[in-house]
């Protein structure tokens, strides 16, 4: 059974349509990202999907749970991070996590102890328990709103932007706390985010969506293929002649060819590249080529977002 | 569940001067200040003349049934007999309004200035869980507030009525217990759910605030009905008040209710 299913889910607010007829399905255990500019509906859905506002049309389901007809459930199965920490800054760090656990049903008191000494422990948060929230860098505020986030053990977590606003070093560190946790505890993520490096390092799945609808879907691969196309090989030469590109295009799976004279390097847009790319260079050396450096260029997955947006704009 | 919002609200509002300052300098104003510098002082000087006639429009318009508790007295005793028991009576409902609302105005539209809504929001807890536990930390502080205020007003009075009137306590007596324990709550759930309809539909604290005090109007014009002696409040008056606002609060509540939608406060987020 999957995790989160969506079916034809739409969100109206007045005349604009936020969400528009969105499907989508996450398997259990699976880190999806859903990506997309500001604006593009990431935020509405996550909301949707927290039972938080209601949907317009189409249904969802979370955990097997339909979000309008069991929201409560919706709401004990998942874990939310919020665009904002959401923290209450006059509060120290232990009484805001105290409150979130029981909330979430953590009544048992030694449990809930437990549970928390665990998660300040893991996001070295432990010695700041007494700290209030206000005095709290905003990376450590971030820590602690992820901890909040699964105080529970929920099975599924909605992240809505967890990097957003971090300075590059603290998001890498976030990054990896994701990646370790949900390994550690077998969570089920719903990952929000405009940052590609996001997606591209956390992420089994990502799509794209753009006002609302579904642009494209697939591995953070996949998407790179699919968009901006193959990858290409790239030759870099002491010295490029006419000689040497005839004996390149001589190569069948060739399809095109460009010269980047600044590098001297060989753009090669090529069929099957880990079959030709051998012959390629053998016949560079063949022609008098003298080989300085070879490179598979695949484009990232943010020069294929980009791309994507670009053309959704146009 | 409901006292676990109350208990976090609680704690939060303990540590928030911007709410705690209006709360207690308030009641000490009104039950300390004003009748040190009212009563007391003034009747360290000795007032001559037959009762009532070199006093306020208040003391003029006394109706009937106060002129003969005052039958007796001298003009000094008349005069803080009077600005005791029924000029200070309607001063005491502005206190739970003012507590209630300003506790109200920073648990509902607070939390969405400071955006910390959407986690709570996102909690398994019901929307009744939610509002219950923020009008109950609403609520008892105000009446807290009230009743110690109350208590330190009695005592204040009483030490200066001990003396001058023989060895007799003023304070407290039914009018009052019926002021304290009857009106006051019921005003303070009017400000509540004032505040709880204006907090859905505003961005933050200050403006659910500054919206809230157009409840404290129907207060001052009772207290300007007393200073002018249009209104006296004895228990006719005191039970006909309890009557009105017990009335405003089953439609004040039955809105905020209404207003307390999850989609509706997310949709309005600073």
């Known amino acids: ?314 | 569940m409901v006292m676990l919002v109350f208990r976090k609200d609680w704690r939060e509002i303990r540590r928030n001067w911007q709410i705690l300052l209006p709360i207690v300098a308030v009641p000490i104003l009104i039950s300390i200040v004003l009748p040190t510098l009212i009563i007391v002082t003034p009747s360290l000087s000795s007032i001559s003349g037959p009762p009532l006639e070199n006093s306020t429009s208040m003391m003029k318009n006394l109706p009937s049934q106060v002129r003969e508790e005052l039958a007796g007295m001298s003009a000094w005793q008349a005069l803080v007999y009077v600005m005791s028991l029924y000029f200070f009576a309607p001063f005491f409902l502005i206190i739970p309004l003012m507590a209630s609302s300003v506790i109200a105005s920073d648990s509902f539209a607070g939390e969405k200035e400071r955006r910390t809504i959407e986690a709570l929001l996102a909690a398994p807890l019901s929307d009744s869980e939610l509002l219950l536990g923020k009008m109950l930390v609403s609520f008892f502080p105000s009446m807290i507030v009230t009743a110690v205020s109350f208590a330190v007003y009695s005592t204040v009075i009483d030490l200066f009525s001990f003396s001058l009137f023989g060895g007799r306590l003023l304070l407290p007596n039914l009018v009052w217990i019926m002021l304290i324990f009857g009106v006051a709550p019921t005003i303070a759930l009017a400000g509540i759910g004032l505040t709880v309809i204006i907090s859905a539909r505003v961005k933050g604290f200050r403006e659910a605030q500054q919206i809230s005090a157009i409840l404290l109007i129907p207060v001052l014009m009772l207290v300007l009905g007393q200073v002018s002696g249009a209104i006296f409040f004895g228990p006719t008056v005191v039970g006909v008040l309890i009557g009105v606002f017990v009335t405003v609060d089953l439609f004040v509540l039955y809105f905020g209710i209404r207003s307390f939608k999850r989609e509706e406060i997310l949709s309005r987020l600073a």
């Open chain 1, 1 to 314: 059974m999957p995790s989160i299913e969506l079916n034809g889910l739409t969100k109206k607010f007045g005349l604009l349509t936020a969400v528009d007829h969105l499907d989508l399905v996450v398997e259990g255990g699976e880190i999806f990202g859903l990506l997309g500019p500001n604006g593009a509906g990431k935020t509405t859905t996550v909301r949707m999907l927290a039972c938080l506002i209601s949907s317009s049309e189409g249904s969802a389901k979370v955990g097997g749970f339909d979000i309008s007809e069991e929201p409560t459930k919706v709401r004990e199965i998942v874990g939310i991070l919020t665009e904002n920490p959401s923290l209450y800054e006059r509060l120290t760090v232990r009484e805001n996590i105290e409150f979130f656990a029981e909330a979430y049903g953590l009544y048992d008191a030694q449990e809930r102890q437990d549970r928390i000494r665990e998660l300040l422990d893991f996001f070295q948060l432990w010695d700041r328990r007494n700290d209030k929230v206000g005095k709290l860098s905003k990376g450590m505020k971030q820590k602690l709103a992820i901890a909040r986030t699964i105080v529970h053990k929920p099975p599924i977590i909605l992240l809505d932007e967890p990097t957003s606003g971090l300075d590059p070093e603290s998001a890498k560190g976030i990054r990896d706390l994701i990646a370790d946790l949900s390994q550690r505890e077998n969570h089920t993520v719903l990952l929000c985010t405009h940052r590609l490096e996001d997606a591209e390092k956390l992420c089994d799945r990502v799509m794209i969506i753009n006002r609302g609808r579904r642009v494209v879907a697939g591995t953070p691969e996949e998407l790179q293929d699919r968009i901006a196309g193959e990858p290409t090989l790239q030759v870099r030469l002491k010295k490029t002649d006419q000689a040497i590109l005839r004996a390149v295009k001589e190569v069948e799976q060739v399809r095109e060819i460009s010269v980047d004279d600044t590098s001297g390097t060989l753009l090669i847009a090529v069929d099957n590249l880990a079959e030709s790319a051998p012959e390629i260079v053998t016949k560079i050396v063949y022609a008098g080529g003298k080989v300085l450096e070879v490179n598979i260029h695949r484009p990232s997955l943010e020069e294929a977002y980009l791309k994507l947006v670009r053309e959704e704009k146009s």
